[in-house]
């Protein structure tokens, strides 16, 4: 069996595990350390090794982070410190944890993961995985092939703010609605995708879709929409499968 490890880096916590990059699965449990606030490079690089260190592990190491990432370069940083920005990711993370690290934007590794070992599994047309937590995070797919980098959650909705300040999960906690409203300006953001995109589905992952059936009926766009099957698992396995293929061309 072929093992790698795959990190995910959030908002608020760093998770890793051993992963089954063949078949899409957790080979072993789960280890998170809470992320450093503010997550500067050098804090977060500490957390970062600190995961790598407890499974005593020293190959290669998928990581999805929370940004815009090019060739390894972190290009924005909406819910970790704005020093990231301009830093390579893989340089900063290898170096602290004696690995070799391939990263990746956060969402399109979840995506990676219910593309092959999930919701999306064998699906040609056009996909969007929607990452549903403290921001709102999004992957597209066509013919399963990975447009990387989309950030769809900072399309610009109401009062100049991005979308995700208003269906996020992190937003209905700050504005303290129900879940029921909150699915409600949910579906209007997937409309508003749909107008755009003509997707044939959308996969809800991130925190919300575990409570998929309770809102399920509130959403109405033409295309599919279905839970993530990885659940919080996928960025793990996304990275993991990332890292792993990334290796093949170094």
């Known amino acids: ?103 990746t934007n956060d969402a399109d590794a979840a995506g990676i993961a219910e593309m092959r070992h999930g919701a999306g599994k064998g699906e040609q047309g056009l996909v969007f995985l929607i990452t549903i937590g403290t921001g709102l995070g999004t992957a597209l797919f066509y013919k399963g092939v990975l447009v990387p980098n989309t950030e769809l959650g900072h399309l610009i909705w109401k009062k100049n703010k991005p979308v995700e300040a208003f269906c996020s999960s992190g937003a209905r906690e700050r504005l303290k609605i129900s879940r029921t409203d909150w699915a409600k300006r949910f579906n209007a953001y997937l409309l508003h995708l749909e107008r755009l995109f003509s997707p044939d589905l959308f996969i809800l992952g991130g925190g919300e879709s575990k409570y998929f059936e309770t809102y399920k009926n509130l959403l109405t766009p033409q295309a599919r929409v279905v839970p993530a099957q990885l659940l919080n698992n996928a960025g793990i396995i996304g990275a993991a499968a990332y890292a792993a293929e990334n290796k093949e061309t170094v």
């Open 1 to 103: 069996m072929h093992t790698i490890l795959g990190i995910d880096v959030g908002a608020s916590g760093v998770k890793g595990a051993l992963v089954d990059v063949q078949h899409g699965k957790l080979h072993g449990e789960r280890f998170r350390v809470p992320t450093p606030q503010p997550a500067t490079p050098d804090a977060l690089a500490v957390a970062f090794a600190e995961v790598v260190a407890f499974f005593d592990y020293k190959g290669v190491v998928g990581c999805g982070f929370p940004a815009i990432v090019k060739n390894g370069v972190a290009h924005s940083a909406a819910n970790i410190d704005q020093h990231w920005i301009g830093t390579n990711i893989e340089e900063v993370l290898g170096k602290a944890s004696g690995t070799r690290v391939f990263a």
